[in-house]
Structures are given as C-alpha cells and as structure tokens.
C-alpha cells in the first residue's frame, strides 16, 4: 500500500509538469454552449450546479501541507535567544559539576533551562493561535463574483462556483476561475501575478506586450506571431497553448478595465494558478518546498456588494416610475462605454425600434459640465432649442445651487444616431467609432449621499488629535466643497480667511506644468503647509498620487481611502491604504494595507485611537519593565568598583524579569485610554519610537535610580542590624563568607573597621599586644614568634601550635588563645551559650577539665567559668550583646556553627570574629531586604507608567483588574521566596522580620510624589523644559 501511494504521488507531480489540458480556448461559441450544457443567457440551473459540484468539489486550491504541531514546537527552541539560554544552562551545570560546594550554578542552570521551556512553550501557541487567525481570514473575506444561474442574476462566493457556470466581470474584479470569454468590450487583464512580467507597453488583440492584455471572444494568441489562421468554422490550423490565447481569463488575475461575461471551464486545482500552486507545495525525498509568502488581508462583509451608489440611487428613483428590469428588456443595449475618471462620462447606445424608431439612440451621462459641453441643444419642455448663453448661464446656477447643497449632480444627454444601423462594428478604440458630441441636454438629476451617522463627530475628533483631513474626490468643486463643510472638514470663516482650500485637478494641472523642481516643490508647500483645512476636488489617479507624495515628502504620515481603481496607486504609494471592504473592488483591496469592514470613516477615527491606545499601553509597558535595571544592575557595579558584598544575586534579578514583573507588565494591555489619548498632536514617526532617549533617561536616571536607592536602603539597614555597618562593608564582597571576618568594635559596641584576619594580620603587632598585655617572659616570646607565622593558610587561622601561655584572664588582655590542634572554637562560647548550660553541665565541664583523657576538659575551665561569670554578668555587656563571649577549646567545626565570633585583639585593637555561616546569614537576609523594597517600588512603578502626563487619580487606581491581580502575584512570589526553606537555598534568601519590610516605603512615596509633581509641571506649562526633558 505504502508503494501504490508513492506511485501516485509520483504520477500527481509528474502530472503537474505538463499543461492543463484546455481546449475551450479553441472551441467555437456553440460548442463551447454544448460542452458545458449552459445557456449564454440563463446560465446553469440549479441541478446542474449541484451535479458539477459532486464531480468537481469546490472552487478553492488544495491547501499546503501544514507543520505538524510537535514539529512547529521543537522550532521555538532553535530561535538565537533560546539557543544562548540554553548553552548558559548548559555552561552552569558545567560549572556545577567542576565545584559542587557551590549549588547557586545548578540552581542557575535549572533556571535557565526553564525559562527557555516556559518562553517557547508560550511562543509556540502564540504562534499556533496566529495561523489559526489566518486561515480564519480566508473564510472571513471570501471572494465575490456575479454569476447567472437559473437565468436570474447572483452575487456568489468565488468558492461556490462550478465548471460551466455563466460569469460576469468587469473593471477592477479579480477573476474568480479559469473562464472562456463570449461576450466583452474593451476587456483587458493584468496578468502579472501569472507570469511575473510587467511590461507598460499597449497591448492589441493580436500581440500583447503588457500584462494587461485585451480579452474577447475571439482566439487570437500573444507571442507576436499575429492572428491564428483558422480553417473551418473558425477553428485554428495549429493548437494553440491556452496560456497564449486571448480569449481565456486565468484564476486571479485582475481586470484592469472594460467588462464582459464568460463559461468557467476550470475550479481549484483545476486552474493554471492551481498547478502552479501544486508545484511551489511539492516535496520531493529531502527537498524543501520554494519560499511561501503568505500575505493575509482582513475583512468581513456585513451584507453582498451591490453598484455603484450613483447608479443604485437612479436605479431607486426611476423604479418608482416604472420596472428598470422593463426598461432594460424593451430597449436593449447595444453597446457601453463604461464611466471612467478620464472621460467622466458614461454612454449607452441602445435599441429604440420599439418605438417605431430604426435609430440607434446614444444616451450620456456623467459630470455636468462634461456633459454640458458636449452638447449644442437643449431639451425644454418636450421642444429642442440652440445651446445660448442664457441658457449656460441657468445651467450653470442650478448646477452650483444643487452643488451647494452637498448634492452629487449628473447631467444627461442623447442623440439619435442617423445613418448607423444597429449592427455597426461599435467600438471606441482608439476613438468612438460614432458621434459622441451635438448631443441634446436632457437635464440635471441630483441625489443626495448624506453623510454616514458620527461621520461629523469622527472629524471632529480628528482636529482635537491634530490628524489632518483631506477630503480627495472627483467631484464638482461646489459640491466637494458643501460636502466638506457639512461633515466639518472645511470650515466656512476658515475659507474665507485663506486658511482653507478648494484645490481642483486644473490647479494641479497647472503646478504640474512647472518645469523647475524648486518653484513646483515651493508651490505644493505653499497649498499643503500654509492651508488648515483643503479640499481636492475633480482630480484624476496621478493626482491623488501626486497628493500623498507631496505630503509624506513633509515628513507626514498619509494615510489613504478608497474603493475603485483608480485609487489602487494612492493607496498603494501611502503608508496606509485603507480599502473599503463593503463597496470596494478587489484591486483596491489588493493595493491597500488594511480593509475598512464597515465604510465607516468613523471607524478609522476608532482605528486611529486604538492604535494610540497600543502604542501607548506598550509604550508603558517598556517604562515599566525598564525601571528595574538600574537596580539590578548596580549591585554588580558596586561590586567590581567598591567591593561591596552583593546586594542581589541573579537569580533573583532571573525572579523580578520573569517572575514578579512579568504580570504587571502583561497587564498594560488592558490599561483603558487615556482621556487625553486624541487631545494630543500625533508622534513624530521618525523620532517618537516606542523606545527613545528620554524614555531611557526617564526609567534608568530618575525611577530607576530611585528603585535602587530603596534596594540599597533596605540592605544597609539590614546589614547593620547584623553588626555590619554600611562604611564596614566595601571591599568586603569578593571574600565574603569565604574567610574569618575581624571587625573592630568602638566603646560603644558599634563595628569599626571589618577585614578578613589574613588580609590585614601583623604579626608583630600580635606581638606586641600579646607582650604588652600579659607581660610574656623572653621563653614565652619566642614561643609565640615561633607560632604566629602559621597563624594564616587558606584564609584562616591554623597551626597554631604553642600552648596558652595564661594562667588567668585579664581585662583588656588577649582573649585569643592558641591550641596545639588549631584554632579551636574561636566563635563557640558566648554569653548566651553560657547562660544556657545548665547547673548539671557547667559542674559536669568543670570536672572534667581537669582530666587529661577527657574530651571535654577544653571546653569548660575554672578559669573560663570565672571570666564569664564576670563579664557577662555586667549590665553593660549584658545590654551590649548576648552573643559575645570568649575564645574557648573545642572542635575547630565549631567555627563555622557559633553565631558570632568572641572578643581579642587583631592588629593591636579589640576585635569580635563572626564565622563564615554567620556572614552567609547575614548577606542572604540583605538581599532579601533588598529584593523587597525593589519589587516593593515596582508596585509605585506600575501605578505611574498607567499615565504619561496626566495624574494617576484621573485614570483611576483600582480601574484594571489585571493589574491589581499582578499586584497580588508580585507579593505572592516575594513572601514564596523570603519565606519558604526550599526556596531560601536556591535564591540564596532568609526570613527577614517584619521591621526590614519598612526601608521601601519612604522611596515609595518619593518615587510618587516625584512624578505626580513631574505630571502636574507638564500641565501647567505644556512644551516647557520638564516636558522637554522628561515627557516619555
């Protein structure tokens, strides 16, 4: 079975290689009508359509092959940045496995690797939901045709149609299947997205040298060979490839201008586009299909497209008179000549023996003065008269009177063509075979198109926002202009001021014919720069292109509406095409970069402040994520410049990018607008980016620096209450807890001076103090010279093999004390150790220490019993600390256990020796001080990045949910990592006590009073230099 399949598959590719076999391009009309069992007027019937599609299936091309769900996944982790957090894991583990005493690498590592996990499992039903989205697309805007089924016509989904149907297409339709041409005018295509090829040059019947090439019913081929010889009945001597025939229309392509009707001979994958989409989605062994671009354009139909809104509003009118279906049916067409922007006029030559009368009658309609123009009668009541200058001089009244009223007006005309019979080869290529001036006026006929409901308001709303508006049409430059100011693009006193301006096509005409680039240039300035509000009005497609360039040559942002054609090289040139998607033709929709779904202008006005709303909502996001950088990044500086001990580690920064940061930050996605949001003058494209200098500025040398004031704050105070006060502690970082750490103490207690004692140990000055305080003998001082160069040896005191040359302690003596077997429990014995043994113990320690086979002589001398009993019995020591004490005997394990080091002398002054576990307690309940009154700040942080200039009482506190939820997810994280054990040992934390929360709150209300204050300045002196200086 695996073989048979494979053997189809191959026989499917090979398949794809040769042509499709069309023939309809060479059949006549009559057998083209029986291949397919169509009627050229009625079209299939509804039987038929059900038949063909069971055999065909529907009008669409078989999808590409999609990414398997496990393959797109497993991508995620081939990304640059995933690959360099995993290679960090990977070096950390490494690391880990080099020095296991050190756990902070795995735990690292194990983060990294998580956060590649979490961030592509994340990117990966991101991008999942984007493909589901377009592939919604394809079903949301499906495309339109005009199909005649059952002799009734019908606005259809391309989708729906089937070989055989009876299709009609005009001007800017995309053809929805391969069709055989019968009937046409003028018809021509843009074949470029077929072949590729653009050429401008004019196309004919017979050679096409451009892309758009004439269509018709006759079979005429485009390799410049000229026509086909046919033989009988009109077929050709030689087969003609259907790509070369001029009488076929292919699958998506575009008609560029003219009409006709034709016979689906070909759906889906059935087309030439349909082969060539088979063969960019093969895959051969190993081979990788070509490059795919997938462009997706969204839109929904709320109802079907209809015509033109002038003709659907005469068509409303002359219905109440009479049936226009009537009208049609007794006076057929004979031939059209379609409206264009450059004729401004339609005609239609129609059969009027109906009548009695053998003359064709032409009938013309279009602008006004385009019509008036091309008649010398005029049609009064029932009675034609000479065209007079009275005459011209009413026309012209009622025509600016209607137009006044924001009135489209249309004149008519006819004429009965004498001498034509209605067989004449009509054609108007390159010129009207026929007469198309002496024609009668027949009158004007005005409709009203009101504006759409808010339209007014949306403009409005635009002028607040300083968003300029240009209404661009093609209408008279009265009525553009009463338009105008109906829906308040033009305002009347700004007209009469100079500050507004009709500028009509003949004016663009005239700066167009100015041969020097300067003078043209400082003419468009002089229209576009020194006028408010303007109006264009009666332009063609080179002027609206003309309009967008000008203005985004001044550094503007345009963008464009349309629906027709001839606004397809507008909106393509803007840096926004918006289409229509209810009444515009599919090569606008084409061109443009967004359709509108509902032709509503208020809905760009929605649109516009939507897009301030995003842009403002990650704009305050990026604040907000950027604050705490400073914070994070100083402990480290400090580190390398002072030698402060770390006041975070970076798995804790790993906690507040990717932990107590990350909801707050999400949750500016649901921050509502500001009310201020189109008050404001637009950005400036080119240098207000999301992320500029003084936001930089902003969040790293003002919130920022305060973030990291209030770490720092929360850490000293912390620090200190452990004895180490903050001018101890630089160059203290690069051997904290690696080494026995000797800090001085004043009268008072308070620490002094800290240093490690194999940094700064003086032997001599041991010596000395030794010498001095006990008055040692010439043996003993030699003793203890003999002994003290070993004192240091990897960091600590060791080998200090000389005997304890007291007999008894003496206030201000030495207190420490060498044994043969090292340093011994330098830390161990303190006031509260004492005070805890117990009257069993202390008689028990005291009897054994006279025993030399004892284990537990050194603990407890009669000597030491003494000397506690003095000192620690003291109100002063007893106040001063219940942790100090003396140098005792015992395990040299005891260093690394006693909470703090006893009382001696260290460089001739009076130290006490905290243990290494005892500088690891205190640095990890700094940093989680530390920790807090950052992410304590970051609260602040949030709640002023929800405004940018306005106060945060004006937006509201309590107004996003998601943000307070994030607030509550913050605290959450913070209390996990302060005060779950597990987690203490991998974030190198400890349970500080609830005095240690306070230091981040005075910043707090600094960080808000100082931009509160900051927003109000702004206020009171909009442009000034804080806005200047600070306004993200």
Request: aromatic share 10%.
């Amino acid at each position: 079975m695996a073989g048979d399949k494979e053997k189809a598959n191959g026989d499917k590719q090979k398949n794809l290689r040769k042509d499709l076999p069309i023939v309809a391009h060479e059949f006549s009309l009559d057998e083209l009508a029986a291949e397919y069992n169509v009627s050229f007027e009625k079209g299939l019937t509804s039987a038929q359509v059900e038949e063909s599609r069971k055999k065909h299936g529907e009008n669409r091309l078989t999808p590409p092959k999609v990414k398997p769900a496990w393959m797109l996944y497993l991508e995620q982790y081939t990304n640059f940045f995933s690959l360099l957090l995993i290679a960090g894991g990977v070096l950390c583990f490494i690391a880990y496995g080099i020095d296991q005493s050190d756990p902070s690498n795995l735990y690292l590592g194990a983060v990294l690797l998580l956060v590649v996990f979490i961030s592509s499992t994340f990117a990966y039903f991101q991008e999942a939901k984007s493909q589901a989205i377009m592939e919604g697309f394809k079903s949301l805007i499906p495309k339109k045709c005009k199909v005649v089924r059952d002799g009734a016509p019908n606005v259809l989904d391309a989708v729906d149609l089937v070989p055989g149907d009876l299709v009609e297409f005009q001007e800017g339709d995309q053809v929805p299947a391969d069709i055989r041409v019968f009937d046409s005018y003028n018809l021509k295509v843009d074949n470029s997205a077929l072949t590729g090829e653009l050429r401008g040059a004019d196309c004919r019947s017979v050679t096409c040298e451009s892309e758009a090439c004439e269509r018709g019913p006759h079979l005429h081929v485009t390799n410049h060979a000229g026509d086909i010889e046919t033989g009988e009945g009109g077929k050709p001597t030689r087969k003609i490839p259907a790509i070369e025939a001029t009488n076929l229309l292919f699958y998506s392509t575009i008609v560029a201008s003219g009409h006709g009707r034709g016979i689906v001979i070909g759906t889906g994958d059935n087309t030439v586009m349909g082969q060539i989409a088979g063969l960019t989605g093969e895959t051969t062994g190993d081979s990788q299909p070509p490059i795919v671009r997938e462009v997706g354009r969204g839109a929904a139909h709320r109802r079907p497209g209809g015509s033109d809104a002038s003709e659907s509003g005469l068509i409303k009118a002359v219905q109440l008179l009479r049936d226009v279906r009537e009208y049609r049916a007794e006076y057929p067409k004979l031939f059209e000549i379609k409206f264009n922007s450059t004729n401004k006029y339609q005609i239609g030559i129609h059969d009027q023996t109906k009548d009695g009368d053998q003359r064709p009658l032409l009938l013309m309609k279009g602008a006004p003065e385009r019509v008036w123009s091309m008649c010398d009668r005029i049609l009064i009541n029932g009675r034609e008269v000479p065209k007079t200058p009275e005459w011209e001089a009413k026309f012209g009244a009622a025509y600016e009177s209607l137009g006044a009223l924001g009135e489209r007006v249309l004149g008519f005309a006819y004429r009965p063509l004498d001498g034509i019979p209605h067989n004449h080869p009509w054609t108007d290529q390159p010129a009207p075979n026929f007469p198309v001036s002496g024609l009668v006026f027949a009158g004007l006929f005005s409709l009203i198109d009101p504006p759409r409901l808010g339209v007014p308001e949306a403009v409005a709303t635009c002028k607040r926002a300083a968003v300029r508006v240009f209404m661009v049409t093609g209408d008279h430059p009265i009525t553009a202009a009463a338009i105008a100011e109906q829906i308040g693009i033009l305002d009347r006193d700004k007209l009469e001021s100079g500050k507004g301006k009709v500028v009509t096509g003949d004016d663009i005409r005239q700066l167009m014919d100015i041969e020097d680039d300067v003078a043209r240039t400082a003419a468009w300035d002089n229209i576009l720069l020194r006028h408010e509000q303007i109006v264009f009005a009666r332009v063609t497609p080179a002027h609206k292109l003309l309009i967008v360039e000008n203005n985004q040559r001044l550094k503007r942002v345009v963008a464009v509406t349309g629906d027709g054609v001839n606004d397809a090289p507008a909106l393509k040139k803007a840096d926004i095409g918006i289409s229509m998607g209810i009444a515009g033709k599919d090569v606008s929709k084409e061109a443009a970069d967004m359709i509108l779904m509902d032709d509503n202008f208020a809905s760009i006005v929605n649109g516009v402040e939507e897009g301030r709303l995003i842009f403002d909502n990650l704009k305050k996001s990026i604040n907000y994520t950027l604050t705490s950088k400073v914070p994070e990044l100083s402990p480290f500086l400090l580190w390398v410049i002072a030698g402060l001990p770390l006041a975070t580690t970076t798995i804790l920064i790993l906690a507040i990018d990717l932990g107590t940061d990350m909801v707050p930050a999400i949750s500016f996605a649901y921050e509502t607008r500001e009310a201020d949001i189109m008050s404001r003058p637009p950005r400036n494209a080119h240098t207000d980016h999301l992320v500029n200098l003084k936001l930089l500025l902003f969040t790293y040398l003002h919130i920022g620096v305060m973030q990291a004031l209030a770490g720092w704050f929360g850490y000293f105070v912390t620090m200190n209450d452990y004895g180490y006060a903050p001018w101890t502690l630089p160059g203290l970082g690069h051997k904290w807890d690696k080494g026995q750490l000797l800090c001085t103490v004043g009268d008072a207690g308070q620490p002094s001076r800290c240093g490690f004692a194999c940094d700064s140990f003086n032997a001599n000055a041991v010596r000395s103090a030794v010498s001095d305080a006990a008055g040692l003998t010439p043996a003993q001082e030699a003793a203890l010279a003999a002994a003290t160069p070993d004192f240091c040896a990897d960091g600590c005191f060791s080998n200090n093999a000389y005997n304890d040359p007291f007999s008894e302690f003496a206030p201000g003596g030495l207190g420490f004390r060498g044994f043969a077997a090292g340093v011994a429990a330098t830390c161990s014995r303190t006031c509260a150790w004492y005070s805890g043994l117990s009257a069993q113990q202390r008689s028990f320690y005291l009897a054994e220490s006279a025993n030399p086979a004892s284990d537990y002589r050194l603990i407890l001398t009669p000597q030491d019993d003494s000397r506690f009993r003095s000192f620690c019995g003291s109100a002063f020591n007893a106040t001063l600390s219940a942790a100090f004490g003396f140098a005792g005997r015992g395990q040299l394990t005891h260093m690394a256990e006693a909470p703090v080091g006893s009382r001696f002398y260290w460089g001739a002054a009076l130290q006490n020796a905290p243990n290494t576990k005892y500088q690891r307690r205190a640095l990890s309940q700094g940093q989680t001080a530390y920790f807090v009154a950052v992410v304590m700040n970051k609260v602040i942080a949030a709640l002023m990045s929800k405004t940018r200039k306005l106060s945060i009482f004006s937006q509201g506190i309590m107004n996003n949910k998601f943000m307070l939820g994030g607030f509550v997810f913050e605290a959450c994280i913070v209390v996990l990592i302060a005060y779950v054990p597990p987690l203490n040992v991998v974030f190198s934390t400890g349970p500080i006590s609830g005095l240690h929360w306070l230091p981040g709150i005075p910043w707090f209300l600094l960080c808000f009073l100082y931009d509160e204050g900051r927003k109000a300045l702004m206020r009171a002196s909009p442009g000034g230099w804080v806005e200047r200086l600070t306004y993200w």
